[in-house]
């Protein structure tokens, strides 16, 4: 026999952790305003939650920040020792770079980094003692 609440645990936590996300854009086509709320929803996340909609939700933003003529995003690297263990990391990296610029705060690289290492910790999966240690390698190169 099934009862609905056998499965009610997985529901509530699929509702924590994919509620909120942003509705698509209309007619497929990132904007602004899509970007700075899917941008703020996606990166309290971790990186493979939500499976249904991250893809989409880093393929819309990242285009839309790549094809931007309001934020230019530049990464050097060779400062970054974290992507050698974890390149997954890069595409938040971006995001993260982005949304600072989205909100008219200039570039803080150990903020950044801060935020970054925050978003790695709560991805399921990712965070080890190497990923630690290529953080640590990362802050002596900043």
Request: aromatic share 12%; glycine share 4%.
């Amino acid at each position: 026999m099934f009862l609905f609440n056998s499965i009610s645990p997985w529901w509530c936590f699929a509702c924590m952790v994919c509620g909120g996300a942003p509705d698509w854009p209309e007619d497929g086509v990132a904007t602004k305003d899509w970007v700075l709320e899917a941008l703020e929803w996606r990166l309290d996340r971790g990186i493979e939650d939500c499976e249904d909609y991250m893809p989409a939700i880093d393929a819309w933003t990242l285009e839309w920040i790549a094809n931007s003529s309001e934020v230019r995003v530049e990464i050097d690297t060779h400062k970054w020792p974290v992507f050698t263990h974890e390149p997954l990391l890069q595409g938040p990296l971006i995001q993260i770079i982005a949304l600072e610029s989205l909100h008219g705060k200039r570039f803080d690289e150990n903020k950044v980094f801060r935020k970054l290492k925050r978003f790695a910790r709560k991805s399921d999966g990712v965070w080890d003692d190497a990923l630690k240690q290529k953080f640590q390698e990362t802050k002596d190169i900043q």
